[in-house]
């Protein structure tokens, strides 16, 4: 069995990646979205360039929803983890 320490050490190594596969994803997306910005100004299309900084902004909220879920979701893990383990458990593993 593994001791709040561990618990709380894994629920953190969790939460670490939840955000940085985030990050990559928030990362791509803006890659993703300059990358379609008109090369010269000539080619400016304002109805298109408000469509696409809709889309960038529906995407963004969209790894933001994403995100925030990951972290709840660890967080109500660990904590069930935690509330789980009496402390009879952690002073007998320590």
Known sequence: MST???Q???MVQQSQQAVLNAVDTWTKTVQEAFAQLPS???Q???SGMVDQVFDFTEKVLE???DLAKR???TSAATAEKLAST???DATATE
């Open 63 to 65: 790894v933001q929803r």
């Open 4 to 6: 709040p320490t561990q």
């Open 86 to 88: 009496s402390p009879s």
């Open 40 to 42: 010269s100004p000539g």
């Open 71 to 73: 972290l709840v979701s």
């Open 44 to 46: 400016f299309d304002a």
């Open 8 to 10: 709380y050490t894994d």
